[in-house]
């Protein structure tokens, strides 16, 4: 070992070295086999389970951007619990021999003015709803704003399976108008199809 030769020097420093490390391809252990193998499981039941033949998400808001343009601030579903599903029934269906259902009901569907009429008076008298005729009383909502009944009218077109255009606030607005000097209730299913076929 010479003075001064730094090879030499640095030779025992260099064998306490450790290794270099060197990267080899090295197979990922069970565990993430096992995680893919349990995310392609959970995503298998899952379809089985929730999927059926529809893939839209389920609950939460279902509303789409047109309706929430028209409902300016509105929530039309809270209007529709607070008001409507003592009777109707939150999905709709209403009650066998009682309350007639919204979903699939033509006087919800067919054109915008009905079920505007019907919020506006109310129903007292005979109403054939998908084949069935039920004669009981359908309260007024002339306390609520046009945003509230727009928003309720639209949100029963757009719920419960039925896919009907949305209310304006304008429609609510003209048509409130227009009934002002009307008294008392429509008469049942022949007087609101009597309103339909006025100009
Ligand atoms: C107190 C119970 C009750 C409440 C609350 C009520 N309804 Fe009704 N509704 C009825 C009944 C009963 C009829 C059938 C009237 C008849 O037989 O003359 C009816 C009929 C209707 C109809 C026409 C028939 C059909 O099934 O399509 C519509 C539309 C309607 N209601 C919408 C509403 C909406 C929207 C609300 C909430 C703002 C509401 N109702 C609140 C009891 C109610």
Known sequence: MT?????LVNEAALRRERPEPKEDLRPPGPGLYLFFAGMTAWGAFYLAAYGGEDLRPRGG???TAPLLVVQRGV???QVYTANCAVCHQ????GLAGNFPPLAGSSWVT?????IVRILLRGIEGPIEVKGVTYNGVMPAFPHLSD???AAVATY???NFGNEASPIPVELVVKLRQALA???GAWAGGAALKEAQKAP
């Open 3 to 7: 003075e001064g030769d730094p090879v």
């Open 61 to 63: 808001d279902s509303r």
């Open 75 to 77: 929530d039309g579903k």
């Open 90 to 93: 939150a999905n709709g269906q």
């Open 110 to 114: 067919e054109d915008q003015e009905t």
């Open 147 to 149: 945003e509230q009944l």
């Open 156 to 158: 029963a077109r757009g």
């Open 181 to 183: 000097n009307q008294k």
